[in-house]
């Protein structure tokens, strides 16, 4: 018998959103046409029976007959929807340590160039920075082994491991003739989805770029830093969600409740009324009724989706830039038993604090900020949405597909940063009909409208 976990989250890799269950069985009463269909899925289960055994018997080569299972497997839930799948073992961890955003490993962010391994940064008090590694560092060997052929998930892989255990690396860095040989011992690693800085001496700027087991301890500990850092001339709060594809779903439940007093935050409904899930705010706004400015885009999926909805909902934060991702589906993770992975399976939908499914629609902003692209990029800074993936779940109405998910990489060419700068100043511009930043604190303590 497979067993739920309760746990709740959503995909980060995909923008979906997830859930897990624990429940309880359910007595079954079955009719003479409940019968009569068990006895035709019966019927087609003999099919496939016969289908695999010819396969296994006549295919021109010897088969594998776990890849067989699993291929069929898979194809099922491929079948349903773009969202529900299966996950191997090996699949089924890499999830599991990319959600708890934590593991044993070096502490450098890397990726790929012209084969080989580039640092991009080291993570701060990290086996990595302690040993002196340092951006743009090239790796072109790992215990002795060359990365020349690897794929980026190969090394990462190689990097990574239990903790206490060595690993040696050569480098090549810019300015030094010969290689660097380093030897590094791994160490617990958290992954950082929260960053801060100072915006303009008087506005905190939060950057999230997923939502994983350590975010909302992370945007707690910003928020502290930059409050204490800027002072009483603090203006308010940039919270950057663009190009965040998703997360955990607790840790989306928690950010919003970060900047609310009360409220509905979300609402999960499956097949099932019994099902229908409601998180509420908790008292306690962190940032103390400062305005806020939530920037999304095309890229914004699940749980930044989530965050967004429901602190406009609430009007407690203006949202700036385009139209979000559209992923409104709630998925239940089912582990199936050591060794044999877990299903992906859509299980519900997640609306709004008013009632709204976003299902192939999206966020809507209250301030439309479209970005100046360059010319060679233009063709490749649309994200299509959830609306054009095949086998989507549909939604009432006129469905929605794609918007601009482009982000200047220097922050001064960046409109919508701008204008949320200028939102927080007070110059208001051509968003002069807009909701003023962080919105009529009230609305956000009044009773949010329960959907039919």
């Known amino acids: 018998m497979m067993r739920k976990t309760p746990v709740i ?49 006549d295919y021109v080569e010897k088969p594998d007959d776990t890849k067989l299972i699993e291929s069929a497997i898979s194809g099922m839930l491929t079948g349903l929807d773009p969202h529900s799948s299966y996950m191997d073992a090996k699949s089924f961890r890499d999830m599991q340590v990319q959600t708890r955003g934590e593991f044993g490993g070096l502490g450098i ?33 790992l215990d ?51 960053r801060a800085r100072v915006e303009q001496d008087d506005i905190a700027y939060i950057r999230i770029t997923t939502f994983n087991e350590q975010t909302t ?20 709060y940039i919270i950057d969600l663009r190009n965040n594809p998703g997360g955990l779903l607790e840790e989306a439940v928690t950010v919003s409740d970060s900047f609310l007093e009360k409220g509905e935050i979300v609402s ?8 229908t899930q409601r998180r509420t705010a908790h008292a306690g706004d962190l940032t103390k009724g400062k305005p806020v400015i939530v920037l999304v885009n095309g890229g914004s999926a699940s749980a930044s989706e989530i965050v967004a909805g429901a602190l406009q909902d609430h009007k407690r934060a203006t949202i700036v830039g385009t139209r979000s991702f559209g992923k409104g589906s709630v998925q239940t993770i089912i582990p199936l038993g050591s060794g044999n992975g877990a299903l992906r399976l859509t299980t519900a939908r997640y609306y709004t604090p008013s009632g709204k499914s976003i299902q192939a629609k999206g966020i809507v902003p209250d301030i439309e900020v479209l970005q100046d692209v360059p010319d060679e990029l233009k063709s490749r800074t649309d994200t299509k949405g959830e609306a054009s993936l095949r086998g989507h779940l549909k939604n009432d109405g006129d469905e929605k597909t794609g918007s601009q998910s482009y982000v200047p990489p220097d922050a001064k060419d960046d409109k919508a940063l701008k204008l949320a700068g200028d939102l927080l100043h007070g110059i208001r511009n051509s968003a002069s009909a807009a ?18």
């Not at 707690?220 to 603090?234: A, C, F, T, V």
């Not at 999960?268 to 099902?275: F, H, M, Q, W, Y």
């Not at 009529?440 to 039919?452: F, G, I, L, S, Y």
């Open 217 to 236: 301890e992370g945007l707690k500990r910003e928020i502290g830093n930059l409050s204490n850092q800027i002072g009483d001339k603090l203006k308010g």
């Open 9 to 57: 989250l959503l995909s980060a890799a995909t923008g979906a959103a997830l859930t897990l269950f624990v429940t309880q069985p359910r007595a079954v009463f079955m009719g003479s046409s409940a019968r009569a269909a068990t006895a035709d899925t019966y019927r087609q289960l003999n099919l496939f029976g016969d289908v695999f055994e010819r396969v296994r018997s």
């Open 144 to 194: 002795d082994e060359a990365v020349q052929g690897l794929t980026l998930n190969q090394a990462v892989e190689k990097m990574r491991g239990p903790v206490n255990t060595k690993i040696k690396l050569k480098i090549i860095r810019k300015g030094q003739d010969n290689p660097i040989d380093v030897t590094l011992v791994r160490d617990n690693i958290r992954v950082r989805s929260v």
């Open 435 to 452: 909701p003023t930043p962080g919105g009529d604190n009230k609305a956000a303590t009044d009773k949010p409208k329960a959907a039919n």
């Open 109 to 141: 962010e890397v990726t790929m160039e012209d084969g080989l391994i580039k640092v991009v940064s080291p993570i701060d008090d990290t086996p990595a920075s302690r040993a002196g590694i340092m951006a743009n560092d090239i790796i072109t060997n």
């Open 268 to 275: 999960t409904r499956g097949r099932n009324a019994e099902e």
